[in-house]
């Protein structure tokens, strides 16, 4: 099973920024998708953004401008830069990599935004 470890989470101020990694133990290009999801306190996971294999990107219907995905197929990491970071982008980001049917999920890092 694929190991997806996150990092870069943190405890920053309204307006600041973040830049969230995930290492797959696996060759990135394997998934037909790799892509970040938030978690809130007491709700479902929602899509941030994904990218697939081909390198077409999709965000979230909300999304406003201030994330971007990227990768590094070389150290096979994705990225999420966040900008302008919001009190409402506080959560559980969670790293995510799609094979067929099948999900494999990272543990997530935590991200809380203060105003």
């Known amino acids: 099973q694929v190991q997806l470890v996150e990092s870069g989470g943190g405890s920053v101020q309204l307006g600041e920024s973040l830049r969230l990694a995930c290492e797959s133990s696996?060759?990135?290009?394997?998934?037909?998708?790799m892509g970040w999801y938030r978690q809130g306190p007491g709700k479902q996971r929602d899509l941030v953004a994904q990218?697939?294999?081909?390198?077409?990107?999709d965000y979230a219907d909300s999304w406003d401008g201030r994330f971007t995905i990227s990768r590094d197929t070389g150290l096979n990491t994705v990225y999420l830069q966040m900008n302008s970071l919001e009190p409402e982008d506080t959560g559980v980001y969670l790293c995510?990599?799609?094979?067929?049917?099948?999900?494999?999920w990272g543990h997530g890092t935590q991200v809380t935004v203060s105003s």
């Open positions: 995510n990599a799609k094979v067929l049917t099948t999900d494999d």
């Open positions: 696996e060759n990135i290009l394997l998934f037909n998708s």
């Open positions: 990218i697939t294999r081909g390198g077409r990107i």
